[in-house]
Nanobody, 116 residues
Framework: QVQLVESGGGLVQAGGSLRLSCAYS????????MGWYRQAPGKQRELVAS???????DYADSVKGRFSISRDNPKKTMYLQMSTLKFEDTAVYYC??????????WGQGTQVTVSS
């Protein structure tokens, strides 16, 4: 019932910026908790940032002050604005949604590569 499609990844130099988007198809977007996760080669998937239906946000310590998560409920889209990118931000970034009835859903991921 829920499909998530990420876009906006790519190759960027250290210090640069990218904006990721997650397009949500299905019901109940505005009341779903949304998040961005990432997984680097050889590492576990980790939470980068999350946003509730009401707009409350949380960030991993490693990205605080550099990344900003937001959502546009009428457009059913979530964003991750990434600035001052570092080599260690290189990873596949995944969109995630959670709802008590719809369960947990994942996108297919988008690659972000930061060159040093």
């Amino acid at each position: 019932q829920v499909q998530l499609v990420e876009s906006g990844g790519g190759l960027v130099q250290a210090g640069g910026s990218l904006r990721l988007s997650c397009a949500y198809s299905g019901p109940l977007f505005s009341v779903s908790a949304m998040g961005w996760y990432r997984q680097a080669p050889g590492k576990q998937r980790e939470l980068v940032a999350s946003i509730t239906g009401g707009g409350a946000t949380d960030y991993a310590d490693s990205v605080k002050g550099r990344f900003s998560i937001s959502r546009d409920n009428p457009k059913k889209t979530m964003y991750l604005q990434m600035s001052t990118l570092k080599f260690e931000d290189t990873a596949v970034y995944y969109c995630n949604s959670k709802h008590s009835i719809l369960g947990e859903n994942w996108g297919q991921g988008t690659q972000v590569t930061v060159s040093s």
